[in-house]
Each structure stands twice: as structure tokens, then as C-alpha cells.
């Protein structure tokens, strides 16, 4: 099962709303996962089967979705946000990340 | 607190083997599966292994797949990865992982002559 996300990169400032999106090659229903990596450090989970938010995470994020079309939002970008992003299919094996999305400082 | 304490990463010549370790804590060992995901310098994620709870299914990404060997030694509480042929192209950090919330540190594989 292929992954596409997108962007690959936005500049976006704080208080902006952020919509990072996922495809699926195949319907996955809800068997994803969106996690935030920042520079030297391992991935933490955000969000996990597709909607719900991972304990400890703030409420401006949230996922949605299902089958095949996937979104992340962070509903104002906090300074702390500026990271990568990644999805991650967990329907079955091998699982698979998207590419990636660098939320940079407009 | 579940802690996954990552070793074995270092420097490898083309073709050479590396065993890499993940001693875990916090949690039932043996009622989880395990991952091994790794990431090139400067690239993406990519996961590449996988664990059954028991230690009696294995998964692989077709990049690694005949060449390296995940397994579990439950009497530790410990996750390995054998790594053989190794190539420049398995230069990377690489992470374990139980389910999806919990990462080892990552530990570094250099592929050099």
C-alpha cells in the first residue's frame, strides 16, 4: 500500500491553520497514524486510527478521515509545531510513511 | 514508564553484519509487537520490520528482506535486529518501536569503508 502526503513543505505563522493530507493507495479504512519528528529526535505519536488524539497532545491538532483520504490539522500553529509531520499506514503489513511534511516559519 | 533503551549502532564496512539491540521496560514484553523503522540522513521514515507478540511471525520491507532477521528474547525483554550485506544504502538511524507510542532513541549505522 502506497502513501501519498502532501505538501511536502508549508510556511505558514503563528495562529495559522495547517491541513496536511494523506492518500492511500488502497482503502485502509481507518489504520493510520500521524506523528511529529523534530531535528535528532524520534517521531512522537499525534493522532492514531486516523481520528483519535494521542494522550498528552494538544487539542489544536486533530485527524480525520477514512478509507482513503486522510487529514491532519493543527488549528493554530504554536511556535512548538514547527516540526515534520508524517503519516503512517498500519493496515496490514508492510506498513508504510508518507513522505513527510516540513512545517517551516513563514 | 515504558522505556526502550537502544544499542549496536556504529560504524560498518560494505558487507559486514551488525546486531542491534532494544532492551525494553515498563510494559509486558511478551503481549506486544515490535517495530524496527529506520531513517537515511536527511530522509524520511521508512519502516522496515516487524514482531509478532509471541516472536513467531515476522515481517519485512522488501529492502531488507533476506538480509536482516528481527527477534525477541523474551527472558530479557529485548528486541533485535541482525543486520547482514550491509551496503551504504542501510546508512541510517534506526528506531524501535512498541505499537505505534513508544520510540527507543534511535541508534546511528554508518555503511563505510
Known amino acids: 500500500i502506497q502513501v501519498t502526503q502532501s505538501p511536502s513543505s508549508l510556511s505558514a505563522s503563528v495562529g495559522d491553520r495547517v491541513t496536511i493530507t494523506c492518500r492511500a493507495s488502497?482503502?485502509?479504512?481507518?489504520?493510520l497514524a500521524w506523528y511529529q519528528q523534530k531535528p535528532g529526535r524520534a517521531p512522537t505519536l499525534l493522532v492514531y486510527?486516523?481520528?483519535n488524539l494521542q494522550s498528552g497532545v494538544p487539542s489544536r491538532f486533530s485527524g480525520s478521515g477514512s478509507g482513503t483520504h486522510f487529514t491532519l490539522t493543527i488549528s493554530s500553529l504554536q511556535p512548538d509545531d514547527f516540526a515534520t509531520y508524517y503519516c503512517?499506514?498500519?493496515?496490514?503489513?508492510?506498513?508504510?510513511f508518507g513522505q513527510g511534511t516540513k512545517v517551516e516559519i513563514k | 514508564e515504558v522505556q526502550l533503551l537502544q544499542s549496536g549502532g556504529g560504524l560498518i564496512q560494505p558487507g559486514g553484519s551488525r546486531r542491534l539491540s532494544c532492551a525494553a521496560s515498563?510494559?509486558?514484553?511478551?503481549?506486544?509487537?515490535m517495530s524496527w523503522v529506520r531513517q537515511a540522513p536527511g530522509k524520511g521514515l521508512e519502516w522496515i520490520s516487524a514482531?509478532?507478540?509471541?516472536?513467531?511471525?515476522?515481517y519485512y520491507a522488501d529492502s531488507v528482506k533476506g538480509r536482516f532477521t528481527i527477534s525477541k528474547d523474551h527472558s530479557k525483554s529485548t528486541l533485535y535486529l541482525q543486520l547482514n550485506s550491509l551496503t551504504a544504502e542501510d546508512t541510517a538511524v534506526y528506531y524501535c518501536?512498541?505499537?505505534?507510542?513508544?520510540w527507543g532513541q534511535g541508534t546511528l549505522v554508518t555503511v563505510s569503508s
Open positions: 503512517q499506514q498500519v493496515n496490514g503489513y508492510p506498513q508504510t
Open positions: 486510527a486516523a481520528s
Open positions: 514482531i509478532s507478540a509471541g516472536g513467531d511471525l515476522a
Open positions: 515498563g510494559f509486558t514484553f511478551n503481549s506486544y509487537a
Open positions: 518501536a512498541k505499537d505505534l507510542s513508544a
Open positions: 488502497q482503502d485502509i479504512r481507518n489504520y
